[in-house]
């Protein structure tokens, strides 16, 4: 989908994008890859629709839809690319973030409104409504006959990279009936089996481009937060496709620290999101001159970290323990 953020004209105060050195969730693995996701990106704030002036594309009719104040067009309104009726069973888990979100956010038309309503994504073989890019109808899986709808090429990329986004972030252990072909109940992996595929597969094929990467330096701005499935493509791999399970490891990019450490390991990085960047730490009652440590130079057993914030005087103290192997 064409964003064209260039014309999108901020109003009101912009919120900055803080975050610590390094990435929060550098050298994590399955469910806590996906906690630290989830911890580390969700949004400061919330944009108001006010916020939003411009020109959209709309992928499912192929037309330009004018935004001035966040009003939209007669025979639009503002929609959810994953449906926020979806977390109705949870209504208070977190209130209206999953419709206000701007990465969930586009302008629908009153024919996709009626007739992709809440439905989930699979390939129509009995449309009720279609046009030249994207249908809605019954489709079959394992035999059985189910509603859906089928997006437009256009829109899978960015629609793959939401669904990432939003199931990581807004983890529900309850779905409305609609969402379970796409969702699961399990904190990891988040999605269905046969959502991971599908939507690994289209991620692949449409990878994020330059009006999608504008559309995070939109959010980054208006919400203080950005979807790290566009800045790090590669994480979807690591959490439903080719590397589920593995550590997820950017090189250069300090590990947060850990309970427990192999003897093997290469090093420790002094390093958490939650502990001041510019803390001095101790190891063991010992200074320590350098950003990390060696585990085969601490040896075998349990080991105290203190640290102290240069600039705020926040104090704090952890112990790791160090194994065989």
Known sequence: MRLLV????????????????GVPFNGLGGEALMRGISRACRPVTLATFKSLDGCVDDPFNGAQVMISDGKLPDGYQWGNLVSARWWRMVPDLYGDTVSRDLYNLLPLGSDVVEWRADRPVGEVVTPSYSNALWSAGLGLLGGE???CYWP???LRGRLARTYFYMSTLYHADLWAPEAYLMMSSETWPGLSGYAAGMLVDWHRSWPAGADEIRLNELGERLQGNRNPFV??????EYLWGAHKGENFEIE???KALKGTYRLSEERIDLYSPYIPSDAVWTVDGLSVD????????LGLGMHRLDYISASSGERGRLTINIVEG
């Open 6 to 21: 260039s014309l999108l004209l901020i109003t009101g105060t912009s919120v900055p994008f803080q975050t610590d050195a």
């Open 252 to 254: 250069g990019e300090p």
């Open 152 to 154: 437009p090429e256009a």
């Open 290 to 297: 350098g950003a990390w440590v060696m585990a085969s130079g």
């Open 231 to 236: 800045d790090y493509p590669e994480l979807a």
């Open 145 to 147: 006959e189910f509603e």
